[in-house]
Structure formats: structure tokens, C-alpha cells
């Protein structure tokens, strides 16, 4: 298990740098009870993150409370430490089969790490809970819900299983925590979620946590919430600041030869490499076990045995590369991670910052590599629109050369600034693409090229899009470089 979202030492490495002296505090002044506090010096923790400075007191006064945070920002302990005050508070014992709060997360990875944090922030108080989800036995989760638990974490597909097989009733729920809400809603859990919260009482407290605010969160968030407090402690899609971004563009065929190389650096001492599909994360697994590395698979087809198992290894540094799809972007803290490789570009722009963001914590430095084929070109272009950033271009031998100095003759203008000179110009509505800068040339002539905004389906996910003609010359180029 994973001790919340805390590393080590005496203040929470992830207090954001640019903190406000307001916010500088100890847990003392947040008016924590004792044991909060007994607990938390037994952790070394001390300082406050701002997100727990800015909520705690709210929570305890009963606001409802909504939340943008990405992970990392030390929200589950902002969330954690006032329900279990204000549960102890009131020691009534949780009537049979119910809870009284109620805490929802998107995967099993973070639902246990959220469990964990109840335990360690809890350890003093007499204060029950549970943690529920897939991929394990139900029968052993239905009987411990049935004696009645004080606090339940679960995932939502497992929750309204356990619902339906009247093993929980969510009656007598007291606060109702919706954790990355938008992990949620692109996970498919909308209707599960509607489902459940149909179940509350009327009168209850609302904790609502998400890294991004698009409508249909938005409009949630007004059906759940009274009055809320808004506490929004960074800019949404920002990226971690020490981690160092590159971009390595590559023909599809040498994605597999490009990363088996670049794990040759000594420095690569944890890395966690993400790929699109469940079937890529064993494929890029096997690869690199057949070429004498030591690696492990995490997607949702495993079991949950084997994801603990996985994780485990991960982080006792038995395993050197963890390949894993969006299933551990959030939520999973594993200190040291030394570098993330996006080996397959997310569609979904905002999903490539929680991923870099799974190294660079706790203080240290950490890198994050993306390889860019031909055809993810409007991909890199949305991810770098989302984090108001170019990602650095690096060269490798494997690798496609030239591409920023030579796009311009193909009629990508990476720049966005100068018109090409000569030759065709673009269709109409194909605006220059806007992924890099142009490096040693301006633009020399130009094709047609497709630059056609994403499309998103109706999850809320952006469709997988197939370039058109003006991704051929890279992958020419990329044949005559092989």
C-alpha cells in the first residue's frame, strides 16, 4: 500500500513552490484534533500543502467543498483529516449494512492508496473503514459491509454491485467524496455515478475533487453541491516544474528498437512507460523482457493480484521499467521515479500531464520522453496547446531526422508565423500546424496537409484520428533514414 499523498521528510514535498505566506502554516493551526496531530508528527509532516490549508478549515465548519487539484497537490489528506475529526467526534458505531461517508475513486490502485491514508492519518482513532473494488473476491467485501462501516472507499462499478446485492445501503451517509471526477467521466462511470448519488440523503456534506473543469464536470459539480468553496490551488494542465520534457519523432516501426536503446542510460533507474491499449502495454512488456529487462504490465485485464504485485516490485526497485496504460496516470505514488516515457501520445491532452506528472515528486528531478510517430503529429500539437508549451525536440539515431528544419517544405509550418513561399497552398480551413518551432529555415514552399481539429466522442475522450497526406513525407523520410 501507499502512504497517501506524502513522500518523506518534515514538510509535504508537494507544497507548491510558489506558495503564498498565507498559506505557510502547521497542522496546529488548522484546529486538528490531538490524534490528527499525534498521527501526522509520527509521519514527519508538519506543513500544510495549500490545498489542505485552504479546505480543512471549510470542511470542518460542514461546507460543501469543490475542489480543482490535480494529483500530487495533497488533497486526499485535505479531505481525509477533517472526515475523520468530524467522525470521531460523533463515535455512534455505522448502523448495519451502511456507511457514514462515503468516498469515490476512479481505479482500484488509488482506492486502496486513499484507504491507506485513512489508516495512517486514523491510527489513533477508533474510526472503522473499508475498501472496495474489482477484481477480488465480493463475498468477503459483502460481509464486512454488512456489520456496517464507518468510512467506505470504493470504486463505482464495484459499489453499485454491492448495492444491488443489498450489502450497503447509502441511507445514513453523512459526506460523499467524488475523487478525480474527470477520470471518472472518461472511464465510462457517468451513469454509474448518477446512479449512486440518487441513493443520498438530501442532507449531506459534498467533497467534489478534479484536475479539469470542462461542461459536463461543471454541470455535475452544480447538481451536487450547496454553496460550495471553490479552491483551486494550480492552473489546470499546468506540468510538474522540474520535470525536463523532450519529444523524440519516430516512424512507428522503431518505437520498440528507440526505447530498448534509450534504457541503455544508466540514469533511466525507474521508469514508467505508457502506452494507449491494454494488448501494447504486454507487447512493449514482452519486448523488453526478451531484450533483458526487467518489466511488468499494469492495465485493467490483470488481475488484481497481479497489479499489486506489479506496483510492489515497482517500487522495491525489483522491476526497472512498469508499462502501464492511463490506469496509473493518477493517484499512484511511487517515490523515484526517475523518467516516464509516452510511448503511445495519449488522445486526450490532459491525460499527458498527469502521466509526466508521475515523476519530478517529492522534490526531486525527474524526465518525461514522448515518442511522436507520423500519424500523432495533432496530437502532440493539442498536448502542447493544453500545457501553453513547445516540447523540446530531441534527435536520436533511431529516430527521425531534420523533421523541424525539413517540415517546412512539406507544408507543415511549425512556427504558426510566416506564410509558406511558393508552391500550393493550404486547403481551405487547413491551418499551419503549430507543433514546433522551425529551427534553421523558414518555410520554402508548401502541400496540402490536414490539420483538422480532434474530434471527441461522445465519453468525452478525443477520437483516434488517422493523418491524411501530409503525414506521408515523414514516413518516407522515416524509410529512407532506416
Not at 21 to 44: I, K
Not at 85 to 112: D, F, M, N, V, Y
Not at 227 to 235: G, H, N, Q, Y
Not at 433 to 450: D, F, L, T, V
Request: glycine share 10%; hydrophobic share 40%.
Amino acid at each position: 500500500m501507499f502512504h497517501g499523498h506524502f513522500g518523506h521528510g518534515r514538510r509535504c514535498p508537494y507544497a507548491f513552490r510558489k506558495m503564498k505566506e498565507d498559506y505557510v502554516t502547521t497542522f496546529t493551526d488548522l484546529q486538528l484534533s490531538e490524534p490528527l496531530l499525534r498521527a501526522l508528527a509520527s509521519e514527519g509532516y508538519e506543513s500544510p500543502t495549500p490545498i489542505q490549508a485552504k479546505s480543512i478549515p471549510s470542511l470542518l465548519a460542514g461546507k460543501d467543498l469543490l475542489g480543482i487539484a490535480q494529483t500530487g497537490t495533497g488533497k486526499t489528506a485535505a479531505f481525509a483529516l477533517p472526515i475523520l475529526q468530524k467522525l470521531a467526534a460523533h463515535p455512534e458505531r455505522a448502523a448495519k449494512g451502511s456507511c457514514r461517508a462515503l468516498i469515490l475513486s476512479p481505479t482500484r490502485e488509488l482506492a486502496a492508496q486513499i484507504g491507506e491514508s485513512f489508516r495512517v492519518y486514523g491510527k489513533f482513532l477508533k474510526v472503522t473503514r473499508a475498501v472496495v473494488f474489482g477484481g477480488v473476491s465480493l463475498g468477503k467485501q459483502v460481509d464486512i459491509l454488512r456489520g456496517g462501516v464507518d468510512v467506505v472507499v470504493a470504486t463505482p462499478g464495484r459499489l453499485v454491485d454491492l448495492i444491488e446485492r443489498r450489502a450497503l445501503t447509502l441511507s445514513k451517509v453523512e459526506i460523499f467524496v467524488l475523487d478525480e471526477v474527470d477520470q471518472m467521466l472518461d472511464l465510462g462511470f457517468i451513469h454509474a455515478i448518477r446512479k449512486i448519488t440518487g441513493m443520498l440523503p438530501h442532507e449531506r456534506q459534498n467533497l467534489f475533487f478534479s484536475a479539469t473543469m470542462p461542461k459536463e464536470i461543471a454541470g455535475l459539480a452544480n447538481n451536487l453541491l450547496t454553496d460550495p468553496v471553490r479552491v483551486e490551488v494550480a492552473p489546470v494542465a499546468t506540468t510538474a516544474e522540474r520535470v525536463n520534457q523532450s519529444v523524440i519523432h519516430v516512424d512507428p516501426a522503431n518505437k520498440a528498437k528507440l526505447l530498448v536503446e534509450l534504457l541503455k542510460d544508466n540514469n533511466m533507474t525507474r521508469t514508467l512507460v505508457f502506452t494507449r491499449t491494454k494488448h501494447g502495454a504486454d507487447k512493449v512488456m514482452k519486448n523488453l523482457s526478451a531484450a533483458g529487462y526487467t518489466a511488468a504490465a499494469i492495465h485493467g485485464n490483470k488481475s488484481q493480484n497481479n497489479r499489486e504485485k506489479a506496483l510492489a516490485g515497482f517500487k522495491a526497485g525489483k522491476i526497472l521499467v512498469l508499462v502501464a496504460t492511463d490506469i496509473a496516470a493518477r493517484g499512484i505514488d511511487v517515490d523515484a521515479v526517475s523518467h516516464v516515457v509516452n510511448y503511445d501520445l495519449p488522445h486526450v491532452p490532459e491525460s499527458y500531464v498527469h502521466r509526466i506528472g508521475r515523476t519530478a515528486r517529492a522534490g526531486a528531478d525527474g524526465s518525461a520522453i514522448a515518442f511522436c510517430t507520423p500519424e500523432d503529429r495533432g496530437l502532440l500539437r493539442d498536448i502542447e496547446k493544453t500545457i501553453r508549451a513547445q516540447v523540446p525536440v530531441v534527435e536520436h539515431a533511431l529516430g527521425l531526422k531534420g523533421v523541424q528544419t525539413l517540415a517546412p517544405t512539406f507544408g507543415w509550418n511549425p512556427a504558426g508565423k510566416d506564410k509558406p513561399q511558393g508552391g500550393k497552398p493550404h486547403h481551405r480551413g487547413q491551418g499551419p500546424n503549430r507543433n514546433h518551432s522551425a529551427g534553421n529555415g523558414k518555410p520554402q514552399g508548401a502541400k496540402p496537409q490536414s490539420a483538422q481539429a480532434p474530434k471527441r466522442d461522445g465519453g468525452g475522450q478525443q477520437a483516434p484520428r488517422r493523418s491524411g497526406g501530409g503525414s506521408s513525407w515523414m514516413t518516407d523520410l522515416g524509410k529512407r533514414q532506416a
